[in-house]
């Protein structure tokens, strides 16, 4: 299938599973996943109406950017310290915050820079020792600490179901990110404003869609098997 077949299909799932739990497709973002897509591809994507891109290094956002208009760039990967100088003039949101480490050093280099970025703290809702992010129960903790952080706006949680997961275990793990999202924006805190729910990958989107999920991160299912 052509990348504007699939992008077709995933909008058309992306409106069935969002019919699904009350909301309409326009509720729901799409980013499209381009590591190790090149410009070419990546621009006809941009041509078959996706408006939002994630890479997942830093380096590699860096190379594409300009070669790119018309679209917005999001940080999904595992993020380096020393690499968000790479990105902050690029990202239009950081989907991997899974410090207060990080999130000073975001703070700083958007300060230096005259942005306010849009972050997400990436959750573990698995406990899964292999995957990055922050425990469920330090989340609170996390949020006192940055909230007084004026260069960077806390948007939202996202997390990544586990390699292997029954669809019970997904359900379970997203539904529980969606209740932490409910629970954290009820009780305002200072920059936080926890409208962004980022779950659900090209094999899982459907169900986290139906789980809360208002943003969805696509690559395979736009681009194809990536040979890595
Ligand atoms: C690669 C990647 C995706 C997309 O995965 P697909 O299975 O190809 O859709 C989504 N989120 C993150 C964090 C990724 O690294």
């Not at 679209?71 to 690029?90: C, E, F, T, Y």
């Not at 922050?134 to 949680?157: A, D, F, H, K, W």
Request: net charge positive; with cysteine.
């Amino acid at each position: 299938m052509s990348i504007r077949d699939n992008i077709e299909l995933v909008n058309e799932n992306i409106a069935k599973a969002a019919e699904r739990s009350g909301r309409s497709a326009s509720d729901i973002t799409l980013v499209a996943v381009t590591k190790t897509v090149d410009i070419a591809r990546i621009n006809e994507a941009i041509s078959c109406g996706v408006k939002a891109l994630g890479e997942n290094k830093p380096q590699e956002m860096a190379e594409k950017f300009p070669f790119v208009q018309n679209a917005s760039w999001h940080m999904i990967g595992h993020l380096q310290r020393n690499k968000v100088r790479h990105i902050i003039d690029k990202a239009d949101l950081i989907h991997s915050v899974d410090s207060e480490k990080l999130a000073a050093e975001i703070d700083k280099r958007a300060k230096a820079i005259n942005k306010v970025q849009d972050i997400l703290i990436q959750i573990n809702i698995s406990g899964e020792a292999t995957k990055f992010g922050i425990s469920p129960t330090y989340l609170e903790t996390m949020i006192e600490n940055i909230q007084s952080l004026q260069n960077i706006r806390v948007c939202g949680l996202m997390t990544i179901a586990p390699l292997g997961a029954t669809e019970t275990q997904a359900r379970n793990l997203f539904e529980n990110c969606n209740k932490l999202l409910i629970d954290i924006r009820s009780k305002k805190y200072h920059n936080i404003c926890m409208e962004i729910l980022s779950m659900g990958m090209s094999n899982d989107y459907r169900l986290a869609i139906e789980c809360g999920s208002n943003l969805v991160r696509i690559g395979t299912g736009i681009f194809g098997k990536r040979n890595y």
